[in-house]
């Protein structure tokens, strides 16, 4: 029976300087919010990143199952295994060991941990098997792999996850026996994911199955994170879908002039980064973006201005928001009621994908999100993550990011609701984003991925690096 | 299919009776039928009166022929009834809401539900009068009460009586369904056309369907101070509508506190002591709760049955109803349908404007194309949801390229100071000109407000001229200005 490690921020050295504050996300004492603030101030931009994307990655080790390698969905006790965190941590061991963080041969044991069981675990579709046709189910027990909550094989999830595998297929790629295998196991998990039938003969690949109901009867359609599913399920070397899939998904985008700025629209945050955490999307454009004369990634940057945009308003007048608070996604909030400065009384709603500029909004705000739009627009993203840091330094604790804050939902001394613990989507994105700004690593990795190359030609993608590549092979 | 629960009883007050002695008198005697009719109109709703009104007017002779009471579905049991318990819903609401608007919550609000109900039978019986029975014979028109059924392809029998016809239109309208729900029927339910005969506000009501019927029942009884639960089984309430629509309506509803349950199908009904038991599904999660009434508000079937549509060779189906061409003419060529018998779009300004439509087709040569119409439609939850025009993923699919200009409510001052600031106006043009392909409008007014995209699309307006179309400060309506002047400036920088 494996372990799962969940040692205090004082066992962890790496990261220096700050206070410790509580993981339950209790207040923090008044001496140590200050010295918080005063250290992070003094900090330049790099020291700033450098601390907050090697706090990102201790998550992983701390909270993983050292026999099965599932990584929890969060720091809390009981956690589940998020199968989509178990593909950010294959990412986040991949930089990890780039950087010197960690031995290459402790980062690819971690990883081959999770390969190897993903490879040996239940693939009958039963409704306590880890998964179906190549997919995984959503949510899985940390020690067993089995099913847990009743959760749907999640198509978009079971992306994230390869995606994380193939990076990691990408960068370990050394003769020794045991990055060969690693690189084996991961083409052998993205080969057999059935995306055919994940369409169901519909136009669009489904969001889900069950065992006990079937397919969920709803697809992924309209612009989301999920064009990294797509890629990777047009670039299959055994169940790819037809190219048609792809252009029924662009089929609802949304081309909107909002705030004066054009984009294609989708609300929350994280729709606008996780497919970028894996794809640089840098100059090169599908149909649709073409015609727009755009790109995702230029797309992506404006959602963020839109973003700032919208805080700025402040349609409904919650505390914290202004042009350096900002960052709706998909995050915990507080539950219960409020009555804010409008006087109007908001129903928190918990851990939700907040949006902009249409909701649903009840004050809660993801400094990770913000954070994980770096590579976008840095020069509005650090001035805000350093205001949040020094309005709200409890957002930190374990010197790491919690999900959500709330100042609308002030404690008696005014301070914000926080999310306790941490979420191990947000470290994944943040940790991959920060890298991707530094020294665009995980890009450069996957830029050379022949799958993800296929996928997104044939979804049309052209020009860019893409060409480049195109040019290079021709020579 | 299950059929409603028996009608609730209607409280026979002075409302009631004035309407009834409007609108059905128990002493009207049928005229005696003259020897052929220029016009004979089956169905006495928005859509017949419109069309006997145009011919009367005309100098047509006009025999109109109704089996219940004139105004039909819209003015007594539709849309009249459903605004005005929706305002009243909404006061209460705003009373409950007061200090957002910089006032005292009243002290001891009470809702009274007898009150509600007797301003609903008030408004309704005055609004029904221009359709009463003396207007119409004033008008030179034959009013018959019963159940007509044609004879022939020009004729058909009402109480023993035949009615011969050189044109006829047919607009029988359309009635409730229900979903064919085990134990729905035996546990008893009402329809959008019987609920507002109820006498007493349910402490719990279910309403199975999320589409507009559903959501502004759900929403104007939640108000009132029913306990509601909405059932929708797609996981967005209005499919029709985009998703952003959609997506605040939850929210709006949720905040009135609605309890919303999307993605989720009623299996069964059953009933004990005394409560309405309903097995839910979502996905593959059971659960059952408890509730004091049902509202069934999914859709509408034509009425199609009993009318002798075989003997007068009219084609139909009994799901889409009669068939008709684009000049909305029946397979016999003497008879046209118009409104909820024979269109998709089941709206009392879609009844009225096909009603005139068929009677100047039929009478006069015209030669009216009903696809030629840009036709609005709205939902009348708080806040409203208005369209026109074509949807983003209809340009898609049709290779048309879209360009949205958004206006959100909250950037316009008077949505604002009225704390109204849930919405917006998106506006869609064909990417590179300004032509309007169509709208959404999410507002507290956007049933007004969308009027005036209506009259662009149709008087083939661009929006960039939109922009230099003066509007009145302080009013909502200047969100369709700043989305033209949204348009302008792309357009301009665009050529600059």
Redesign the interface.
Known sequence: MGTVHRKSARDMRSVTHLPTTPVDGSAVRSRDRASTVTAIAGWSDETLLENLERAAFEYFPLNTDSRTGLVADTSREHSPCSIAVVGFAFAAWSVAAARGWVERSDAVRHILAALRFFRDSDQGGGTLATGFKGFYYHFLDMRTGARVW?S?LSMVDTALLIAGALTARMYFDAPSPDETELRELAETLYRRIDWRWAQDRAATIRMGW?P??GF???GWE?YTEAVVMYALALGSPTHLIKQDCYQAW?????????Y?R?FL?A?PLFEHQFSHAWIDFRGIRDRFMR?KRSDYFENSRTAVYIQREYAR?N??EFAGYDENGWGLSACEGPTGSV?GA????W?GFGYAARGV????DDGTLSVPAVLASLPFAPEIVLPALRNLLARYPEVLSEHRLSTGINPTWADPHGRAWVSPGHYGLDQGIVLMMIENHRNESIWRWMRACPYLRRGLERAGFGGGWLRRAADEEDR | MPRPSARPATPQDDHERKRIAELRPATWANPEPEGRYPLVVIGAGFAGLAAAELAAAQGIKVALVERDFLGGTCANTGCVPSKAIIRTSRLYAEMRDAERYGAQVPAGIQMDFAATMERVRRIRAHLGQPNSVRHLAAAGIDVFFGDARFTGPDSLAIDGSTLRFDKAVIATGARPSAPPIPGLAESGYVTNENVFEITQLPRRLLVIGGGPIGCEQAQAFCRLGAQTTIVQIKPLFLEREERDAAQLLSTALARDGVVVRLNTRVVGIRVANGEKLVDLVSDDYHNTIAVDAILAGVGRLPNVEGLGLESAGVDYDREHGIRVDDFLRTSNRRIHAAGDVCLEDKYGHTAITSAQMAVRNALFRGRERWSKLVIPWCTFTDPEIAHVGLYVREANRQGIPVKTFTVLMHEVDRAVTDSEEAGFVKIHVREGSDRILGATIVARHAGDMINEITLAMVANIGLSKLAKVVHTYDTQAEAVQKAAQACSRARASATS
């Open positions: 009743r749907e069950k006990e109901s969920l009867h709803y309209g662009t089929s609802t985008y949304q081309w909107e002039n909002l004066g054009d629209y609300g015609e308003r349609p409904h009555v409008s006087g109007a009384a129903q500029p249409y909701g649903p």
